[in-house]
């Protein structure tokens, strides 16, 4: 591997709560209890920023002696969820991973929440027709079941078995996750998410509310965000907020009528 120690990650970004990804998470909240054990070599940059990534890596350079790059990767969520589903703009990975691979800095996509067909696409990276060097994919994969997964591109140096643990590499959390693909790809659960979740969107836009969203990943701003998803509770519906966005999440499985029901309790 390429020995390089420091990480770009963005503002509003949530990678996780273990002590490697969080150092990567942006959220105070998050974040402070662990401060004095956490990673410091990280600088967070404006989310959907290019310039502010640019910047970065010239910044880099310019505090290293050798003019060299230190940065080892650049780690970003292709929408960001916790943030209250942020769409970036549609090139915005296409210019992340030009500027990553022309600065030999290694591209990693958290696709924990956008993974399996919940944007309309089985990876969210694929509307942009690009290619990470590290995947990270948990979520969907096992459908319910504890599940989580880290892919990376031939060529990279890491070896089966490096990163062990006693709950790693489970036989039934593998059969599980199997069987889930398998049922996302030939009940074509993608396309589906594609179709509903514009459906969705579009009544929304069309009923005057404030939303925005890809497949089934779906953000509406409300003036309480949690007032507004315990009064959706008590009419039988589940969300969830971040702060004043409701997120608009389903199953994949979900049927017009679903819909329709969701959007006239909403």
Known sequence: MTKKTKFISTKGAFHGRTLGSL???HSEKCRKPFEKILNKNIEFIDYNDCDALRGAVKKNRNNNRNNNNEI?????EPIQGEAGVVIPNNNYLSEVREITEDNDILLIIDEVQTGFGRTGKMFAYEHEKIKPDILCIAKGIGGGFPMGACLFRKGLDFEKGEHGGTFLGSPLACSVSKTVIETIIEDKLVENSRNQGKYILENLLDNGFDARGKGLMI????????KKVLELIEKGILTIHSENTVRVIPPLI????HCDEFLGKF
Request: hydrophobic share 45%; proline share 0%.
């Open 219 to 226: 953000g509406i701003n409300a003036d309480d965000g949690k």
């Open 23 to 25: 150092g990567l998470t």
């Open 254 to 257: 979900i049927e017009k009528e």
């Open 72 to 76: 080892a990767a650049v780690i970003v």
